[in-house]
């Protein structure tokens, strides 16, 4: 068989069981992200070992197929910023910003605590500690639609916190990458932080003027999805830009250009073309490349007590942070240990954080799937535990409705 037969026989393998397990997963009440996670564990070195099963025989497919995966990551990131509304955010900004802070600073302080206790290198401990402050709030948004509550004081609290957080979370990275790459002494900070602010710079500059007029003048053109592919085409020198100008996560950029096209009059139709080919393609490639980088065998008992402790620091860590940032934001006792609890479920960008983190070599095969459990643990917990937080229901919202495309992103 042709490299290419192998490549095409291994696509779509990948996408059937990854469809398969999605749908199997949402039918026991679980996110569709968790099965394709766990059928990626299955496939991998764990069981089945796909990418190196006899009628492969090109040592480069599981290269290809990581690859193909990133792009994933790209446009996962990518319609995350599209979906922003930040009229929304500014309704209940107090609540957001102290909540999504205390939600990434607690456990992401308290997972570098934790690998700096038990021996890991500061660099490791970081990437730890960043994967633990993430969020995933499409699940919680989920079950908040299913409780009615999606539009009340709290459910818009949570959507905001959890929108600050993944910004906070993904700057924090862009940041400690950037450091990493730029050394520790002053003029090394100093340029680190000049070549972030012109890469900032020059994305919202070219998104606030130069993106419009660019928009509207391929929308006139006879040109196929003309405007769909200029989004692709931005989104990937947005992320190229974020790597050679900024020194930062490639993420980060194709974030930023899906925040400017969420300015267009054609944000819907490009939200509409590429969240298709997005999720019937390569976005569960990507979670499905994210489990067969794991491997069971590694796993001792030393690592099933490392799957223990970060999954208590994942669950107190969002519970006590952003519960105390509601609490401060004068909302009640209940109120704020629901908006923690809403924060539990660790999501896209924990994964695509600790892939970074495996590619980099800051994190060990063993932490890698050590982490990729605590994900898959706090997937399962959120919604029993988020149910039982509204078995009693809340007064009825005094806050207009949140805008839908926030909450779209999860059920593709």
Do not use: C
């Not at 709290?154 to 910004?167: K, M, Q, T």
């Not at 196929?224 to 900024?246: D, H, K, M, N, P």
């Not at 065998?297 to 860590?317: E, F, K, M, P, Q």
């Amino acid at each position: 068989m042709s490299n290419f037969l192998q490549l095409i026989a291994l696509v779509a393998i990948i996408l059937v069981a990854a469809k398969f397990a999605g749908y199997l997963s949402t039918r026991f009440g679980q996110p569709s992200v968790f099965g394709e996670l766990l059928m990626g564990v299955l496939l991998g070195p764990s069981l089945l070992n796909l990418t190196h099963m006899t009628f492969v025989t090109d040592t480069h497919l599981p290269e290809i197929i990581a690859e193909m995966g990133e792009l994933g990551v790209l446009l996962l990131m990518f319609l995350a910023g599209l979906e922003l509304h930040f009229k929304d955010l500014t309704k209940n900004t107090r609540v957001a910003a102290l909540a999504g802070i205390f939600g990434v600073v607690l456990p992401t302080g308290l997972g570098i605590l934790f690998g700096e206790l038990t021996g890991l290198d500061f660099n490791h401990s970081v990437f730890l500690g960043l994967t633990l402050g993430a969020t995933s709030v499409s699940i919680s948004a989920q079950v908040l639609i299913e409780l009615k509550v999606i539009r009340s004081r709290v459910g818009l609290g949570l959507l905001g916190a959890a929108i600050f957080d993944d910004v906070l979370v993904i700057l924090l990275l862009s940041s400690f990458v950037a450091f990493l790459s730029g050394g520790s002494s002053t003029v090394g900070i100093l340029l680190i932080f000049g070549k972030m602010l012109l890469f900032f710079g020059l994305s919202v500059a070219v998104g606030l003027w130069v993106l419009p007029k660019l928009v509207r003048f391929i929308h006139k053109l006879s040109i196929s999805q003309g405007v769909t592919t200029l989004a692709i085409v931005v989104l990937l020198v947005y992320g190229l830009a974020a790597e050679l100008v900024g020194g930062m996560a490639a993420i980060t950029g194709a974030f930023i250009s899906g925040l400017m096209f969420a300015r267009t009059p054609e944000k819907s139709l490009i939200e509409t073309n590429l969240h298709s080919i997005s999720y019937a393609f390569f976005v569960p490639i990507f979670f499905i490349s994210i489990g067969l980088s794991v491997d069971l065998h590694s796993i001792d008992l030393n690592a099933l007590w490392t799957i223990l402790a970060i999954s208590i620091i994942a669950v107190a860590g969002k519970v006590i942070g952003s519960g105390s940032g509601a609490l401060l934001s004068k909302f009640s006792f209940r109120e704020s240990m629901q908006i923690g609890i809403g924060m539990i479920s660790r999501g896209e960008v924990g994964l695509i954080i600790a892939k970074i983190g495996l590619d980099s070599s800051f994190l060990s095969k063993e932490l890698f799937s050590s982490i990729i459990a605590m994900i898959l643990i706090t997937t399962v917990i959120t919604p029993p535990l988020l149910r039982a937080a509204f078995s009693e229901k809340p007064k009825k919202p005094d806050q207009p409705p949140v805008s839908d495309s926030i909450l779209s992103k999860e059920n593709a």
